[in-house]
């Protein structure tokens, strides 16, 4: 018996519990890359709309922030620009997930213990999560490609296109495989290993964004060469179809999972290589309430994204001062801003835009405080309620933490996009307008929520699946709604769709209103049906 | 207000599933009810009902004089409860837990906390998340121990406890039964139930088989008895009781029934009894009987 017997066998069982997660997550991302090609195929027909377009991705560090450097000046370049990064990191999330969720998070189970006993060598396990994820790595590169090409681009393009993507969701994996030896928990695991992305991510944004143009030209400078994302942008698909840079990726990988199974070598089945801290001995007064523990529970995600958005808020503010300069260059580029932040002046439509979909992306942070609800449900929960506390109570003590979380995060973000813009423009104008464009999201956030609320009552089984599946589809109407002109009712759908497009609108007070009465209905509704229900446990 | 808890009746399906098919249970106030049946039987289920966790089909269910769905709060106040499988915050310590469980349903004693927490031999320090099972078991006993209650409702607690751990639990229990408190307590660990309890209560598939005090659930059954007599015995199979008769010359073994136990002495007399030993049956053979032990049947048919 070798330390890897049992591989398959278990490699298997991954692939059986995942069954629906990951074509789910495959599917996803081959329609986020097919739809946007085949939106950029017909926005940009043209040579000359295709240039303009990557004259203004070269000239912008906003567009190069977000989406890297375009290749060249084709369709097939801009889809590179319009889904790499984001794809990128779809890719490398579900790489980390799928690793942690089969090591990790079977020793925090004791599932691990279990199948540890059995005939199954000490390698087996980490082996098995490494095969699948990097087996849906490999399938994603391939749905990427089929996707991208079936848009009308070349299929070379697309090809390099997919393996750029999936080698970097392959990088993720080895570097989730790492966190989940030295990490003690599956949700450590998850957070340093996305701490990680997020550099990467970061590293790669700063060296192209700070990069000087050229004669109408851009190279990415040195941080973006300490990135996985940086390196995969290499490959430049379409352009020229290297896939040298890719070397780099297999080598990591290598060296990432050497070191894994060298660590699992040096540690025993589910402990961590970091010591666990003590705790006190008796609780704190704050703590001893319903309040006091939704907090404890909500607390460390709370800082988590308010760290992240003050980062994404400074950068908003600070591009956000040449969006003038840089939008007024492309009648297109300002066309699809104007539409999308609803048109006036460029630099508010640019800040618009940009807190329209910010306010989705913290109506994450609003759904993941939640759902908390339901991971304390399958829990200790039943001992909460065999306490004198009444389940209104409990429910309302982790939806005032998300609530009150949710503008914390709103108001960081407005801050830091309006402070950051005055420090570049060096005025302080806009800054009491750019704070409200961000505060001015929580109604619609918290109609999303009281959704989230009503689901957790009405279906709770259902709950988790249902609220993540609304957040992406308010993500989408307002990303490609104005794009790909969605019919009103759909756009309609999305609560976001109703926020009034601060600063460049008028704050319209009717819609807020009508927003915040859907959060208090759907809550309500949600408390009322979670008293009369059996728990689920 | 002389019962704690009173279910008459009780059903509770889950789809398809019966869970409860009209099950009694009786608790009076001030006495230790132990609570048998084997996995799946409905015991947690029942438990669940009593904490208003779960909503009642039909049945009507009392406990401590209130109605455990709609008083849930008032209620929770007078009683402590420790789950079967204990679930905590992985990153509280374990003090912080009792703490909080104290808190949730009035306060605890700090002085009895302390003290529990050194017979449990608990450290408060460590994270949740690192105990085991026995461990966590530890905790929610502490918790509720540490609690001044009318009510303790004990859902199998000491199946991940080791036996010097089980001991400590026993006198605990045996504190809370002088104090004149009340304990429901799940078990399929006989013995500790056969310690403990004034009364138990028996179900099967979600009804009640069997209710009563020991001697009264032994009364019922058959008591083992084996002899040696002078002369070898003779007809002892013609009389009406016993069975599994095994006679091999001035030995003889055999299984009565306590109503024709007089007569089988009478019967016995007459050939000159040398020895006798006569074991009543213990809990073991009693719950054997009830769920279907090959080649026995039960005595007598509950419902």
Known sequence: ?537 | MSDAIQIIDLSKSFGDVRALDRLDLTVRTGEVHGFLGPNGAGKSTTIRVLLGLLRRDSGTVRLLGGDPWKDAVALHRHLAYVPGEVNLWGNLSGGEAIDLLGALRGGLDRARRDELLDRFRLDPTKRCRTYSKGNRQKVALVAAFASDVDLYVLDEPTSGLDPLMESVFQDCVAEVRRKGGTVLLSSHILAEVEKLCDRVSIIRDGYTVESGTLDELRHLTRTAVTVETERPVTGLDGLAGVHGLRADGTAASFEVEAAAMAEVHRHLAGFGVRALTSNPPTLEELFMRHYGEPGREPVEAAR
């Open chain 1, 1 to 537: 018996m070798s330390t890897f017997t049992g591989t398959l066998r278990l490699a298997r069982l991954a692939l059986r519990r995942d069954r629906v997660r990951l074509p789910l997550w495959l599917l996803g991302l081959t329609a986020v890359a097919g739809v946007s090609a085949s939106s950029v195929a017909g926005l940009y027909t043209s040579e000359r709309e295709q240039a303009a377009y990557a004259r203004t991705n070269i000239t912008s560090a906003v567009s190069r922030v977000f989406n890297g450097i375009i290749p060249e000046a084709s369709a097939g370049g801009i889809v590179v620009a319009e889904t790499f990064s984001i794809l990128a990191v779809l890719a490398a999330l579900m790489s980390i997930l799928a690793v942690v969720r089969h090591t990790r998070q079977n020793e925090e189970t004791g599932r691990a213990e279990m199948i540890g006993s059995a005939v199954v060598g000490r390698h087996a396990g980490l082996t098995a999560a490494l095969l699948v994820a990097l087996g849906a790595d490999a399938l994603l590169a391939a749905l990427l490609a089929a996707g991208t090409a079936a848009a009308g681009v070349p299929l070379a393009g697309s090809l390099v296109l997919g393996a750029a993507v999936g080698a970097t969701g392959a990088v993720f994996a080895g570097v989730a495989a790492v966190t989940a030896q030295i990490a003690e928990s599956a949700r450590a695991a998850n957070g340093t290993a996305a701490a990680v992305l997020g550099l990467a991510f970061l590293l790669r944004a700063a060296g192209d964004g700070l990069a000087p143009v050229e004669d109408g030209s851009v190279t990415s400078l040195w941080p973006s060469w300490l990135s996985p994302i940086g390196w995969a942008q290499r490959v430049r698909p379409f352009a020229a179809d290297d896939l040298w840079p890719l070397a780099m990726h297999a080598v990591l990988l290598a060296v990432l999972v050497r070191a894994a199974f060298a660590l699992t070598d040096h540690r025993d089945v589910g402990t961590g290589m970091l010591p666990v801290r003590r705790g006190p001995a008796t609780a704190a007064r704050s703590l001893l309430g319903p309040l006091g523990l939704a907090w404890r529970l909500q607390r460390g995600v709370l800082y988590g994204w308010a760290a992240g958005m003050l980062v994404m808020g400074l950068a908003l503010g600070a591009v956000g001062a040449e969006a003038e300069e840089v939008l007024g260059s492309s009648a297109e580029l300002a066309d699809v801003v104007g539409r999308l932040g609803g048109g006036g002046d460029l630099v508010d439509a640019f800040f618009a835009a940009m807190m329209g979909l910010t306010g989705v992306i913290i109506a994450g942070y609003t759904v993941q405080a939640l759902l908390r609800m339901r991971a304390e449900e399958t829990g200790p929960l039943e001992a909460v309620l065999a306490g004198a506390v009444s389940r209104p109570r409990w429910m309302l003590a982790h939806i005032t933490c998300a609530v009150l979380g949710t503008a914390a995060v709103l108001l960081v973000t407005g801050l830091a996009n309006a402070l950051a813009y005055a420090a570049a423009a060096g005025s302080l104008d806009r800054v009491g307008a750019l704070t409200g464009a961000a505060l001015v999201q929580l109604p619609a956030t918290l109609s999303l929520a009281g959704f989230v609320v009503a689901m957790i009552g009405l279906l709770p089984d259902r709950s988790v699946a249902i609220s993540w599946a609304a957040l992406g589809i308010c993500l989408l109407i307002g990303q490609l709604g104005p794009i790909l002109e969605l019919p009103q009712w759909v756009t309609n759908l999305s609560p976001f769709s109703h926020t009034p497009s601060l600063p460049a609108a008028d704050l319209a007070l009717l819609p807020i209103t009508v927003l915040a009465a859907a959060a208090l209905v759907l809550t309500a509704a949600g408390l009322t049906a979670f008293r009369r229900r059996d728990l689920a446990f």
